[in-house]
């Protein structure tokens, strides 16, 4: 976060900054190493593709044109845990209230394999009761571009990953 961000507005501009009324959540949450419930939103495979291609094009410049359409592909979907985990630094930039989970991407069965975007899980008191508005998952979605559902809490005791 740089200095302007935290210092207070100046007089001239005061009206024209919208603050979030809530402090910043700067440290990660502590997780237990068990979970069984997670709220969530699912990743489907058209918005991860997507974040896979930025993901690719950020850390690999150049690289696509290099491979063929069906290599490129592949290589999207060996890389698909690193893309939900580019997902979330992106995400926690754009909003930093979110609570900061280091497990943010889970891989369950549903019944067949899908990714999880995950706000909260029952993992530690603390990741299970952080603080989180609708308006922030609201927003949070628009900006993954995930399909039109709400957040819910899964079942992810038999999950992947």
């Not at 001239?12 to 997670?38: E, F, H, K, M, Y």
């Not at 995400?91 to 999880?116: G, H, Q, V």
């Amino acid at each position: 976060m740089s200095a302007s961000s935290t210092s207070p507005p100046s007089a001239a501009n005061s009206s024209t900054i919208a603050r979030d009324p809530r402090p910043p959540l700067l440290g990660w949450i502590p997780q237990g190493r068990t979970v069984s419930r997670a709220l969530a939103v699912k990743v489907d495979d058209e918005c991860l593709y997507r974040w896979g291609e930025r993901y690719y094009d950020e850390f690999f410049p150049g690289d696509r044109e290099k491979s063929s359409p069906e290599e490129f592909r592949q290589d999207l979907q060996d890389n698909e845990l690193f893309t939900m985990q580019y997902m979330a630094a992106k995400l926690y930039c754009e909003f930093p209230n979110l609570p900061r989970l280091d497990r943010t991407a889970m891989l369950i069965m549903c019944p067949k394999s899908t990714w999880l975007y995950v706000f909260k899980d029952n993992s530690s008191r603390e990741a299970c009761h952080a603080p989180l508005s609708q308006e922030d998952v609201t927003a949070a979605k628009a900006f993954l571009g995930v399909k039109e559902q709400g957040a819910k809490w899964y079942n992810v005791t038999r999950r992947i990953y």
